[in-house]
């Protein structure tokens, strides 16, 4: 298997501007996962999908981010409009079971930075 | 709310010796604790789960311990290698919950 595929790797956009980043979890997987990574707050789960259903949202900074998993091997996160701070390494993961007590798998990452 | 510290953001030792990480959690039992490894420019990768009715979790040159009297977890990595250099994340869950990641500790082992 691929592993968790990511794209695109790296993205510079400008303030206001929409970004979609995508993902393809591990087959056979029924949890996926977006995280954010900063070095100020580190890496903070921000939504997600058991069986393509999205189970908790809390972690979503504000109506600006929304994130979408139509169909078991794909996943979108987008931010619009997009804002300087939320400049940070999108990660997507996913879990063969929704358990936490199983290891999660990472995607190599987006590094998104907006101007 | 739950609260994961890594107690060094950075640590330095020098080859061969044993290099030990801490993990201190503040809420929330039964825990689960997991360590991840990462490196720069990479998602992390999964290395050690530890339940806390296990005291003790090997896999090959890394050893994960619980004390859940201390809320802790110690990581350790014996016969360190420059190789083992990499940021190494700690991250609990109650089972059911999600997982909480600590800032991690930056592991440098020099020649």
């Known amino acids: 298997d691929a592993g968790v595929i990511q794209s695109p790797r790296h993205e510079v956009t400008e303030m206001g501007q929409e970004v979609t980043l995508r993902c393809k979890p591990i087959?056979?997987?029924?949890?996926l996962f977006w995280y954010r990574q900063t070095m100020m707050r580190g890496l903070e789960l921000l939504i997600y999908?058991?069986?393509?259903?999205?189970?908790?949202d809390s972690g979503m900074p504000e109506d600006r981010f929304s994130a979408k998993m139509p169909n078991a091997s794909f996943s979108t996160l987008k931010i619009q409009p997009s804002e300087p701070r939320d400049s940070a390494v999108y990660f997507c993961?996913?879990?063969?079971?929704?358990?936490?007590?199983?290891?999660?798998?990472f995607g190599p990452g987006t590094r998104l930075t907006v101007t | 709310s739950q609260k994961i510290e890594q107690n060094s953001e950075a640590l330095n030792i020098q080859e061969g010796k044993t290099a030990t990480l801490t993990c201190n959690y503040t809420n929330y039992s039964p825990a689960y604790l997991q360590w991840y490894r990462q490196d720069p420019g990479r998602g992390p990768v999964f290395l050690l789960l530890?339940?806390?009715?296990?005291k003790e979790k090997r896999k090959e040159r890394l050893k994960v311990t619980f004390d859940t009297t201390l809320k802790q977890s110690l990581f350790h990595i014996t016969a360190s290698q420059p190789a083992d250099s990499a940021t190494y994340l700690c991250?609990?869950?109650?089972?059911?919950?999600?997982?909480?990641f600590g800032k991690g500790t930056r592991l440098s082992v020099i020649a």
């Open positions: 530890i339940r806390e009715n296990e």
């Open positions: 991250a609990h869950s109650s089972g059911n919950t999600p997982l909480v």
């Open positions: 087959s056979g997987h029924n949890s």
């Open positions: 993961a996913s879990s063969p079971d929704r358990a936490f007590t199983y290891e999660q798998y």
């Open positions: 999908f058991n069986n393509n259903v999205p189970i908790d």
